[in-house]
C-alpha cells in the first residue's frame, strides 16, 4: 500500500473508505465523547477522585484484568476535584476540535490519549462502547479524518486528495476491526441456548438488569425472540465476510449498514447497554460507500464542499508512520482476541505480554458479551445499608426495596442510580475485594454525613438477588430465589 499508487483493484476496494465517510465517522465520535464527558460531568467527585468510589490508591495496590494501566493516566497524577475538572475541559475542547475537524490529527491524538486516562481511571464503569470508541480513536490516528467536512479542509496548506476514495494500512485497520468486534461476539456463544433451543435472547431480557419497556413487551412473544436470536448469531458470523467480499463492495456495504442499524437500533430499543448501540451505528457510519455519497450528491447543490471530488478512481495514500506498525498490530489485535475467548479476562488478575500490549496501545477488547452461555435468573443488584436497629435502607434509592420491588417499576424510578448502574454491575462481574471495599467505605461515609445521628448505618454491603427464570411458555409455582451478600463493609469502629 504505497503512496501515490492509484491503481484500481478489487481488493483495493475491499479496504478503502470514503473520505465524506471518515468525516462523518469523525464527527460522530467527537458527539459521543462530548456526551459522555457532560453526563459524567455531573459525577466528577464520586468516580475520578480520591474522595469517590475508587481513590488512586486501589488501583495503585490492585491490578484489574481489563482496560488501561494505570500509570498512563493524567488523572492519576493528583486525586482532587479541580484537577479532574481541569483534565474533563481539555477533553472537552478536543473534543469540540475533533468535531470540527481544526488540526485534526492532533484533536484526535489528545482525545484518544485522554480517553485511554479516563479509563485507566475507572475501569470499573466502562462498556463495550467505550472499548470500541477507544479503538476506533486509535485507529483514526493513521487515517485522513480531515479531509472533508472540516476546518482544516479549508485551509491552502491542506493535502489534495484526487479521489474521495482511499486506501492505506489505516482505512484496512478500521475495517478489519469491526469484523473483528463481530466474529468475536458470535464465535464464543456455544451454549445449547444459542445453538440449541435459541432462547437465548429470552434469557437474556428476562435477567431485568439491562431490560428496557419494549423488552418487557417482547417477553410475550417467545418465538419472535427465537428468530432474533437465530438472526443475531447469523449476523456477527456472516457480516465479517460479507465486508471482505471483493466483488460488489459498494452495495453489500450498504446493505450491511441497513442490516446492522436496524440490529442496534433494536438493541437500543429493548435493552440498556450504554451507547455500545450508538457506537456501533456511528463506526458503521465510515463504511458509507461512494454510491451512497453520489447520491447524496444528486440532490445536494453542486458545489457543496467536498462532493465534486472524483468519487470513482482510488488513492493509496501513505500511512504515518513506519510501513510494518498497522500490519503487525492487526494481527496483534487478532492474537489477543483469540487468547481472551481461551481465556476470558476475568478469570486471572496475571497479564500475560498480549495484555501488557493491550492495555497500553489502548487495543485492549473482549467482546463476548452473553457468552458462552447466558444467565438464566432474573438479576438485581444494589448497595445496601444496614442501621443500628436493624432495618435495611437502599444507600441510591431509599425509597426503594429491590427485594420486593418490580423491577420495571424500579427501571423508570432510578434515574440516581442508572448513573452509577454499571460500576455496581462492575463489581458484581469482577468482584475485586479493594474496589468493592473502598466503594461501600464511600457510600457508608456519605449517607452518615447527610443524615441525623439516629438515622446513620453502621455497615454496608453489596447484595445480588437471583429469581429463577421459567421456560418459555411455563411458570413457576415456587421459583428459586437466592439472595447473595457479594461484599460487606464494616468500620472497625462506628459511633
Sequence with gaps: MEAGSSRKNHLGETFALDLRSLAIFRMGMALIILYELFRRSFEISFFYTDQGATPREVLWNSPFPMGIVWWLSPHMISGSFAWQVFLFILSALAGIALLLGYQ????????????????????????????????????????????????????????????????????????????????????????YEWRGDFNALYYVISMDYFTKPLGYWILQY???????????????????????MPLGNSLLRLICFA??????????LCMDVGLFSIMCLVYWLVLLPGLFWDKVRSILPSRFPGTETDSNSLDVIATPGPKWLIPCLIIFVIIMNYQRYLNPPMATDEATIVDTIGRITGLDQYWAMFSPGVLKDGLKIWAEGTKEDGSKVNLFNPGLDNRNTDRRIIWTNEDSYARKRFLIWGLYEFPRDPFSRAFLKMMLEKWNQSHEVNDRIISARIISLKT??????????????????LFEYIPETTN
Design 222 to 244: 417467545p418465538e419472535i425472540l427465537k428468530l432474533l436470536t437465530k438472526g443475531t448469531l447469523l449476523l456477527e458470523i456472516a457480516v465479517p465476510f460479507l465486508l471482505l
Design 468 to 485: 429463577q427464570t421459567p421456560a418459555p411458555y411455563q411458570t413457576l409455582e415456587a421459583p428459586v430465589i437466592i439472595e447473595k451478600i
Design 104 to 191: 485534526t490529527r492532533w484533536a484526535v491524538a489528545i482525545s484518544w490519549f485522554l480517553l485511554m486516562g479516563s479509563h485507566a481511571r475507572q475501569p470499573m464503569i466502562l462498556q463495550g462502547n467505550d472499548v470500541l470508541l477507544r479503538c476506533a480513536l486509535f485507529w483514526s490516528l493513521f487515517v485522513p479524518l480531515g479531509a472533508r467536512f472540516s476546518l482544516d479542509s479549508l485551509s491552502k496548506a491542506t493535502t489534495i486528495y484526487k479521489s474521495n476514495q482511499v486506501l492505506s494500512w489505516g482505512t484496512a485497520a478500521i475495517i478489519i476491526q469491526l469484523c473483528i468486534l463481530y466474529f468475536n461476539a458470535a464465535i464464543p456463544k456455544i451454549s
Design 259 to 268: 442490516m446492522m442499524a436496524g440490529f442496534h437500533i433494536g438493541i437500543y
